[in-house]
């Protein structure tokens, strides 16, 4: 009964920003990284942003220096903070947790996805 609920997507123009939240109910034994990507249509998804347990960041190329991915581990939250959004970063932005079970496997958790379009 795990799931992740994602919000903050929608319509901005260029250099605009966003703010996506992704926040996790249920089971989780383990959690080893939150992050985020994101799938354009007729693309393959991409990994844009994650952040690891220990708290180490890491980030595509393509979205460095203009987004932020940080967490809450209170609230079961984590955060994709976008800035100077371009028209290229029209996706849907899917959340993701990577776990380990009880018995020692990986799982991994998805959102439902939230469209975010940059468009002037």
């Known amino acids: 009964q795990v799931q992740l609920v994602e919000s903050g997507g929608g319509l901005v123009q260029p250099g605009g920003s966003l703010r996506l939240s992704c926040v996790g109910s249920?089971?989780?034994?383990?959690?080893?990284?939150m992050g985020w990507f994101r799938q354009a249509p007729g693309k393959q998804r991409e990994s844009v942003a994650g952040?690891?347990?220990?708290?180490?960041?890491n980030y595509a190329d393509s979205v460095k220096g203009r987004f932020t991915v940080s967490r809450d581990n209170a609230k079961n939250t984590v955060y994709l903070q976008m800035n100077s959004l371009k028209p290229e970063d029209t996706a849907v932005y899917y959340c993701?947790?990577?776990?380990?079970?009880?018995?020692?496997?990986?799982?991994?958790?998805w959102g439902q996805g939230t469209q975010v379009t940059v468009s002037s």
């Open positions: 952040i690891t347990s220990g708290g180490s960041t």
């Open positions: 249920g089971s989780f034994f383990r959690i080893n990284a």
């Open positions: 993701n947790v990577a776990t380990t079970t009880s018995w020692g496997t990986r799982r991994d958790y």
